[in-house]
């Protein structure tokens, strides 16, 4: 089955700094690669996604990369601020419905202004 | 209009009690997951439910867990004879689930303590 690593497991910077969460899978069958931010004591929400038609997708300051072949994605946080401090999660699964999302273990993004 | 819902939102037990957790979906969501989250840890999944399909029951951690949910409403997870490594927050998610996946919408989790 699917295993997802994410790198790292926490990581500290500057306000206005940028921040990068990598994350790699093992099954080429996987697709489908959303991101989830968990603030502290509250439930889990996506932030992006992408899909393996594309390489880059970018939301404001947030953008994620894919490279297929490599089996690996990338969160980039640009201009960080404190209010981005959180638990960030990647998951990997096919696309279609029917096959279970399977998670990294979290990136705990701390952001000092 | 209302989110996913969880009850209860916390409840302790003592190792070796059953515990019964509960999950509502977003109406007219028809996939259903079930994920732990031990403290301090990441996502770990448990169970999924897709329309009237066979469940994927391949996170299942011990044959302790079982879930059941009724057509494409409620959904139970059951844990019988608690142990100590059991306590976490119990996460379950739900999204259309229709040809594709899409977001997936979270509950409010249960904290479960086991002592």
């Known amino acids: 089955g699917e295993n997802v690593e994410q790198h790292p497991s926490t990581l500290s910077v500057q306000e206005g700094d940028s921040a990068v969460i990598k994350c790699t899978y093992s099954d080429s069958a996987s697709n489908y690669f959303p991101w989830y931010k968990q603030e502290l004591g509250k439930r889990p929400q996506l932030i992006i996604d992408i899909r393996s038609n594309v390489g880059e997708k970018k939301d404001q300051r947030i953008a994620v990369t894919l490279n297929k072949t490599a089996k690996h994605f990338s969160l980039h946080i640009t201009e960080t601020q404190p209010e981005d401090s959180a638990v960030y999660f990647c998951a990997a699964s096919p696309l279609q419905a029917g096959t279970a999302l399977i998670f990294g273990k979290g990136t705990t993004l701390s952001v000092s202004s | 209009g209302a989110g996913v819902s969880q009850s209860p939102s916390n409840k302790v037990t003592e190792k070796g009690k059953d515990v019964e957790l509960r999950c509502d979906p977003i109406?007219?969501?028809?996939?259903l997951y079930w994920y732990r989250q031990r403290l301090g840890q990441g996502l770990e999944f448990l169970i999924y439910?897709?329309?009237?399909?066979?469940?994927?029951k391949s996170g299942l951690p011990s044959d302790r867990f079982s879930a059941e949910r009724t057509g494409e409403s409620v959904s139970t997870l059951t844990i019988q004879r608690t142990q100590q490594e059991d306590s976490a927050v119990y996460l379950c998610?739900?999204?259309?689930?229709?040809?594709?996946?899409?977001?997936?919408?979270f509950g409010p989790g249960t904290r479960l303590l086991v002592l």
């Open positions: 998610a739900s999204s259309v689930g229709l040809a594709v996946k899409e977001t997936q919408y």
């Open positions: 109406s007219g969501h028809t996939a």
């Open positions: 439910f897709q329309g009237n399909s066979a469940p994927d």
